[in-house]
């Protein structure tokens, strides 16, 4: 808990000890894909369901957010639930026929399902999604009256915020029986469902929730920056994504937000060469496929498990010798006693 509070107050304090609007905006976005990915995570990593359709639901979110802000004036708090439902019913149709289907399947389901969104967003003529341009001038968290480097804060604040909440939503999900569900589930599907674990239910939960805070991420992107459009759906933006989960590490609680700040400041710094970033990234994933395949927080927790374990046994050798020698120190006294006599 001492090391959750330390990380909290040190994000917390980033701001006013970086003045860097770049680093700022940088790690701004950061958390926020932060959020997305660990939505993700909880029906990718912990359900074990291919789902390929997270960016859409993304969207789905922003775009819904953006609407209701700019078109009715609604409170950011109030379209940011909005969005975060919009997205929830549309991660739940989803599910309805991804979770009749298994392996690749579901890949295909939910990777045709976003490209459907993002095609249908494009050929909007009406005016209503903005078409390929999407929507601008978002009003959002109406700020604008504020200093650009207060403004750029006040983002980062209310985008730290949002995703230690998510992150603690993830956490008791993790630890309650739907997540203990939901990993029997993965792990061993037709013992959970002998033990009386229904696949539909639990998976169905975790679409629902997963979706919220997908929808919710949508909305903080599109508030954060004035506008949402198609491009933060395809395959670009998927692979970048997955680069993060696969990286951190699937199925663990820390890998999504360790994985997601690493990758977004090493993409950040690749931007000035946009002609090989995704060649680099890639190198970076094929690098971890086959030196971590389970990602860095699942690797560092080994390291630190065997640590653990040698030092134990170390202290457990010492408690040995430590024994050993009072025994002798006993059998010496004994000795000293009996020869006393004849002394």
């Known amino acids: 808990r001492s090391a959750i509070v330390a990380v909290t107050v040190i994000g917390a304090l980033v701001p006013l000890v970086g003045r860097d609007s770049f680093w700022l905006g940088t790690l701004t976005l950061a958390l926020i894909w932060t959020v997305l990915n660990q939505s993700w995570n909880l029906v990718l990593g912990y359900s074990g369901i291919w789902n390929f359709g997270q960016l859409a ?21 109030l379209a940011i639930l909005g969005g975060g439902s919009a997205a929830t019913v549309a991660s739940l149709v989803i599910a309805v026929p991804a979770l009749r289907l298994r392996g690749i399947y579901v890949s295909l389901l939910t ?22 341009f999407g929507l601008s001038n978002v009003p959002g968290y109406r700020l604008t009256d504020l200093d650009p480097q207060l403004r750029a804060r006040m983002y980062y604040w209310i985008a730290l915020v949002i995703m230690l909440a998510s992150t603690v939503v993830i956490f008791f999900v993790i630890r309650s029986p739907v ?12 013992l959970a469902a002998a033990r009386g674990i229904s696949p539909r239910r639990y998976q169905f939960i975790s679409f629902g929730i997963s979706g919220f805070l997908a929808g919710v991420a949508g909305s903080m992107y599109a508030f ?15 692979t970048l994504l997955v680069t993060m989960l696969v990286v951190g590490g699937l199925g663990t ?13 090493i993409s950040s710094r690749l931007e000035q060469y946009p002609e090989v970033r995704l060649i680099l990234l890639g190198l970076v994933l094929l690098l971890i496929i086959l030196l971590m395949p389970r990602g860095i927080v699942p690797l560092l927790s080994g390291v630190r498990g065997r640590l653990s374990h040698w030092v134990a046994e170390d202290e457990a ?5 430590d024994l050993e020698q009072v025994e002798t120190d006993e059998d010496d006294l004994e000795q000293g006693e009996d020869g006393e006599p004849g002394s």
Request: net charge negative; charged share 10%.
């Open 57 to 77: 639901i993304y969207a789905i979110g922003g775009y819904t957010a953006a609407m209701l802000s700019l078109r009715a004036g609604v409170p950011a708090w």
């Open 224 to 238: 954060n920056y004035g506008v949402i459009s198609p491009s933060v759906m395809g395959l670009g933006p998927l």
């Open 317 to 321: 050798g010492a408690d040995e010798d």
């Open 111 to 132: 990777f045709g399902f976003a490209e459907v969104i993002r095609l249908l967003v494009i050929a909007d003529q009406s005016g209503f999604t903005g078409g390929s």
């Open 179 to 190: 997540g203990t569900g939901l990993t029997a589930l993965r792990d061993n599907p037709s």
């Open 253 to 265: 609680q820390t890998g999504p937000i360790v994985g997601t700040l690493l990758i977004t400041l």
